[in-house]
């Protein structure tokens, strides 16, 4: 990994952040490290997400009771604290996701239009 | 706020988690575990500002912050005892003393009165404007009538006196209140045992029904369960305990005597022993009353003066046009605190100014400090503090200390308290109630907080202006402070001044008015006399009284100075009515009698009215009051003799000006009955003499002969070289050997009594005089402070001026002139100021001018000697400084 590497990604937009969490962790229990491998992946390495950025976004989430938090065993044996989605936090995926494609769709249709 | 759910810890240890788990990953991807471990932190950021967000948002950085400050300003306090000492015993005396004298003043002039709906209570005084007469009293009829007026609920005269109580027990001689059925329940008082007075009792005389206090309850009577229903008698009349009232009840009172009554009476002031009830008899005061409900005090004067100028109309020959008739409603609590507001109000200002002295002196040495701590503050400044941090870091240290401060004054005054109750007269209203309740608490928290402002504020604003580089330099270079920051001192020292001289001269108007009423020409000799009382019996049937006329009552009186003449020591004897007690006897005991001369004969309404004392003939010579003209009574003026007067000055004066008052006639009514009027001869005129007041010079007052109209209650005076205790014992053998049912009490020196009167101002005049000295004790250290400060910051330019030749007592004139500016600034804006208070404080002066020039020029000169005594300390100091040392001094 080099410093040229993260400059090509794409910066995330501000307040994204939760969202992508909330998503992560739709496929069950993770852990911080684990929730930015898998932002990365499955953005194909596209979005560039600073590791430490994550946890302050992560406390908040806590705070908004929309993931609890416990310490647990990684796969390779190593003590990490696993987040998990409450109910809470399912429905504010719901909401914010749809929020999300309206604003994409409706910021797309502009640029369509100015092209057009 | 939300409750704190993780430790800093907690969260750091899932950052080396994550970081491991990255770095762990990155090795099975073929890197070393050097290479992986910095691209993991490399990937993770910047770690420190992660953990100052989750820091920021998971706490309440304001509260970390004051906390921070706290425990800082705690260590720099300790770090310097002797500053924190003397800055917290400075705000410890500010703020106790103040917080003393508001307890005062809450309990007297804040607290409403203890009865339900103080505010509907009132005081009714019968005024005759016409005659310069007030307070004169009210006659039963206009009682009736005010009663049924509509515009009270309840009226309810107050009488009472001393009482023999036997059936106890002791026999003793107990305060009792003569008081219609209505009172309890005009007060709204209940008794804690049996039941108060039926309301409606319209018994003539008393009432054989009497309540007693709770003191008077488990003193007199131990507590006794089966109290109600015992047989009591007062003065020889038996009467039956119907309830005891609650510990908490007092009588609306003045003074401590008066609100200390023991046993209540019933009476309906009509038929005997009263007098008969004449319109023109006006003997009921004070009387007390309830105003209906929504009916304002004004409101109720109104209809009250509408109602007076019908009876006026109504009732001609009582109320003659001259006398001008009124009647006013005051606010009870208003009457009863009286006059001492004026005092305490001054007193809470004095100690205020003590306050605020304090705090600009602690001000001074915190500013002091400051300038010590500048390179702190700059280099805090520079390392990026913000400067709202740094405000308020100091704010914080003012506040510690000021709280400190308050909290050991506060300690203090629960520790003084009993101290301080016994130096404050007996005479303020209320005391007994003072205490250290919540109000004072929350006053003197408030004031704690208000101190610690001010003066944390000063170091504040002025850190608030710091130039980084210049301090910095500065503070490099070894000097210290800057110009602007002296010049704030100086202020301080210069507002000081002001402040203490105000005080200053405050206390020396007390002390000359003091001095000026110690001076004063009495016109009777209080020295070597003693007083003490007696008191003959009132049964309720006057038939039975065995000293009820002139021939009964002079054997006895003529029997007693016998006998009192052969005590060891004594050297005269006289006796009188209490209101020939000199100084010594309370409002009840005045008589007060329409003058009415012969040939200018005018109802006795609209006579004016003069004080009267029954005396003795020796009684004169005893108290050395000297006679103008015509003769003093004798022994020859005797109850068969025709019935004599002796007129003041002031009387003699105002009502026979250009004549001679000796040989005409004055109508007396006679005692006892108020139909019937003697006339009274004229035989001689005494010099004025302060027997009514040490303040007033001239009272209108008149004598007449014990022998030609006897009196009940009795003072015996006594000159001679007295052993006070002894005498007291052997004269009441005396008077017990005539009768041994007479009560022989209240012994007093009329020294003794003199020092009561002045007790009140003393007390103030002691108190503003002991904030006085504070102040200018305060004063001196604030300037002896800044002087020393300025020398030691000019150590290096005296070195020079030394070394460059310099001569020393020039050195010394060069600093005192600094002190001395400060000082003349501070007086002459304090000047300005204690006229202002000077004003204010007429009231309570007396013999000297608000503007009394010896009074300013003293206290200024004083304070200026006092000033130049602190500069001369550091500037003795400086022309010490030796050259070479202090060139080095860089």
């Not at chain 1, 936090?89 to 914010?96: I, P």
């Not at chain 2, 004051?66 to 924190?84: C, E, H, I, N």
């Not at chain 2, 409606?200 to 008077?216: H, K, M, N, W, Y």
Request: with cysteine; net charge neutral; glycine share 8%.
């Amino acid at each position: 990994m080099t410093t040229q590497d993260t400059t090509e990604r794409l910066e995330l937009l501000q307040g994204t952040l939760d969202l992508l969490i909330l998503r992560t962790l739709i496929f069950g229990a993770q852990h911080g490290q684990g929730i930015a491998r898998a932002i990365q992946q499955t953005s194909d390495e596209e979005l560039l997400v600073e590791h430490g950025a994550l946890y302050p976004a992560l406390q908040r989430l806590e705070e908004r009771k929309w993931i609890s938090a416990k310490w647990g065993i990684s796969r390779n044996n190593r003590k990490a604290r696993f987040y998990t989605l409450t109910a809470a936090g399912r429905k504010q995926l719901v909401r914010e996701t749809s929020k999300w494609n309206r604003l994409t769709t409706a910021i797309g249709r502009i640029l369509e239009s100015e092209e057009g | 706020m939300w409750r704190r759910t993780r430790k800093a810890s907690d969260f750091g240890a899932e950052i080396e988690a994550h970081i491991a788990l990255e770095t762990e990953r990155l090795q099975e991807q073929g890197f070393s575990y050097e290479d992986a471990r910095s691209a993991a932190r490399l990937s993770f950021g910047n770690v420190t500002r992660v953990q100052e967000r989750f820091y920021e948002a998971s706490r309440w950085p304001e509260w970390d912050h004051f906390w921070q400050d706290v425990r800082y300003a705690a260590r720099m306090l300790r770090k310097s005892p002797g500053f924190t000492a003397i800055a917290v015993l400075t705000m410890a005396l500010g703020i106790g003393a103040t917080a003393a004298i508001f307890s005062v003043v809450d309990a007297t002039l804040l607290h409403p009165l203890p009865y339900p709906h103080p505010e509907q209570l009132v005081s009714v005084i019968d005024d005759l404007p016409g005659v310069g007469a007030q307070d004169v009293g009210m006659s039963v009829p206009e009682w009736h009538d005010f009663a049924r007026s509509g515009i009270f609920e309840y009226v309810s005269p107050l009488g009472g006196g001393d009482v023999n109580l036997t059936g106890s027990s002791q026999p003793t001689r107990i305060l009792f209140a003569a008081v219609p059925p209505n009172y309890f329940a005009l007060l709204g008082a209940e008794p804690e045992l049996g039941r108060s007075f039926n309301p409606e009792d319209a018994t003539p005389g008393f009432t054989l029904e009497v309540l007693i206090s709770d003191r008077l309850w488990k003193g007199a009577f131990a507590s006794d369960p089966r109290i109600l229903g015992k047989n009591i008698r007062l003065d020889n009349d038996l009467y039956q305990i119907i309830g005891v009232m609650p510990a908490g009840f007092h009588d609306p009172g003045r003074t401590a005597a008066e609100r200390s009554t023991e046993l209540w009476l019933a009476t309906g002031f009509a038929g005997p022993p009263a007098p008969d009830p004449l319109r023109a008899a006006h003997f009921l005061a004070p009387v007390i009353a309830r105003i209906k409900p929504g009916l304002t005090v004004v409101e109720a004067q109104s209809r009250l003066d509408a109602l007076v100028a019908s009876l006026r109309k109504e009732f001609p020959e009582d109320y003659p046009l001259q006398s001008a008739w009124r009647v006013r409603l005051v606010p009870l609590k208003q009457t009863v605190v009286g006059d001492v507001r004026q005092a305490l109000i001054m007193l809470l200002g004095a100690v205020g100014l003590v306050l605020l002295i304090g705090c600009v002196n602690v001000a001074n040495l915190l500013l002091a400090r400051a300038s010590a701590r500048g390179r702190e503050m700059a280099l805090r400044q520079a390392l990026g503090a913000e400067r709202s941090r740094l405000l308020w870091q100091l704010l914080t240290e003012g506040l510690l200390l000021s709280l400190l401060g308050g909290m050991v004054g506060i300690a203090i005054l629960f520790c003084a308290k009993e101290l301080l109750l016994r130096i404050v007269p007996d005479s303020l209203p209320r005391l007994n109630e003072a205490s250290i309740s919540w109000p004072v608490l929350l006053f003197a928290l408030l004031a704690t907080v208000i101190a610690g402002v001010i003066f944390g504020l000063a170091p504040a604003l002025h850190a608030g202006r710091v130039d980084l580089n210049y301090m910095l330099k500065q503070e490099g270079r070894g000097s210290t402070g800057s110009g602007e920051q002296a010049l704030t001192r100086r202020l301080l020292v210069v507002t000081e001044f002001a402040l203490s001289l105000v005080l200053m001269i405050a206390a020396g108007l007390l002390l000359r008015s003091f001095a000026d009423l110690l001076q004063v020409q009495l016109g009777f000799n209080p020295q070597n006399v003693m007083a003490v009382r007696t008191w003959l019996p009132i049964p309720n049937d006057p038939a039975t009284d065995i000293y009820r006329t002139p021939a009964q009552a002079a054997p006895f009186l003529r029997e007693v100075l016998r006998r009192g003449r052969t005590l060891p020591g004594v050297e005269e004897i006289a006796m009188g009515d209490s209101a020939a007690l000199p100084l010594g006897h309370g409002r009840e005991d005045l008589n007060r009698y329409p003058l009415i001369i012969e040939g200018r004969e005018a109802p006795s309404n609209g006579a004016p009215l003069v004080d009267a004392s029954m005396v003795t003939p020796g009684y004169f010579h005893l108290l050395g009051m000297t006679l103008l003209r015509g003769r003093l009574f004798g022994e020859a003026d005797d109850e068969k003799a025709p019935a004599v007067v002796v007129i003041n000055q002031t009387i003699a004066r105002t009502y026979w000006p250009n004549e001679n008052p000796v040989g005409q006639r004055i109508k007396i009514r006679m005692p006892g009955d108020r139909t019937t009027f003697a006339w009274n001869t004229v035989v001689g005129v005494l010099a004025d003499s302060r027997t009514e007041s040490l303040t007033d010079p001239s009272v209108p007052e008149m004598y007449m002969s014990l022998y030609q109209r006897p009196a009940k209650d009795l003072a015996i005076f006594m000159r001679g070289r007295l052993d006070a205790a002894a005498i007291a014992v052997e004269l009441r053998e005396q008077v017990q050997a005539v009768n041994p049912e007479l009560p022989v009490f209240g012994a007093q020196t009329l020294d003794e009594a003199l020092a009561g009167t002045l007790a009140a101002r003393r007390f103030s005049m002691e108190i503003v005089g002991l904030f006085a000295l504070t102040a200018l004790l305060l004063a001196g250290m604030g300037i002896y402070g800044v002087i020393s400060y300025i020398v030691s910051e000019r150590t290096h330019e005296i070195g020079i001026r030394l070394a460059l030749g310099a001569q020393r007592h020039r050195i010394l004139q060069m600093i005192l002139r600094q002190g001395l500016g400060l000082a003349i600034a501070g007086a002459a804006i304090g000047l300005v100021g204690a006229l202002i208070v000077a004003h204010l404080m007429a009231g309570v002066l007396y013999g000297v001018r608000p503007a009394d020039p010896v009074t300013f020029g003293v206290v200024a000169l004083l304070l200026i000697a006092v000033a130049l005594l602190a500069c001369y300390i550091p500037a003795r100091r400086a022309i010490r400084v030796d050259p070479l040392v202090a060139l080095r001094h860089e």
